[in-house]
């Protein structure tokens, strides 16, 4: 379990980043933020399915089993992420405003994929 104060992550080393330095990093560019080389596979893959569906194949499925995980964490991965898509899309379409906490939509075309 991870710690709910922002300290380190219970598996990382000493001099890895604290979990809410870790958020942060992520928020803003999750390539560039201090993951495992398995977390940056699911967000990879995660972001090509929401960004380019039309392009995944059965390549970025093996990706993942390299890097460890099962077909049931595949496919958790898939029906989150997929259900993230829908429900944006749904909010997007009916002209949902955004929670007031949240950062306003600033048109900004997704990353590279």
Same mark, same amino acid.
């Given at each position: 379990?991870?710690?709910?104060?922002?300290?380190?992550?219970?598996? &990382?080393?000493? $001099?890895?980043?604290?979990?809410? @330095?870790?958020?942060?990093?992520?928020? %803003?560019? /999750?390539?560039?933020? &201090?993951?495992?080389?398995?977390?940056?596979? +699911?967000? !990879?893959?995660?972001?090509?399915? %929401?960004?380019?569906?039309?392009?995944? %194949?059965? +390549? !970025?499925?093996?990706?993942?089993?390299? $890097?460890? /995980? !099962?077909?049931? &964490?595949?496919?958790?991965?898939?029906?989150?992420? @997929? /259900?993230?898509? /829908?429900?944006?899309?749904?909010? =997007?379409?009916?002209?949902?405003?955004?929670? *007031? !906490?949240?950062? *306003?939509? =600033?048109? +900004? *075309?997704?990353?590279?994929?």
């Amino acid at each position: 379990m991870e710690p709910a104060d922002g300290g380190s992550r219970p598996d &990382a080393p000493s $001099h890895a980043p604290t979990i809410d @330095a870790l958020v942060s990093a992520v928020a %803003t560019d /999750y390539r560039t933020a &201090a993951l495992s080389p398995p977390e940056r596979a +699911a967000l !990879d893959f995660a972001v090509k399915l %929401t960004h380019a569906p039309q392009r995944m %194949t059965a +390549a !970025d499925v093996e990706d993942l089993r390299r $890097h460890g /995980y !099962d077909d049931r &964490a595949i496919h958790d991965l898939v029906q989150v992420t @997929a /259900y993230f898509n /829908y429900i944006n899309r749904i909010a =997007d379409g009916l002209g949902v405003d955004l929670e *007031p !906490d949240m950062p *306003p939509r =600033d048109g +900004a *075309p997704p990353p590279a994929v």
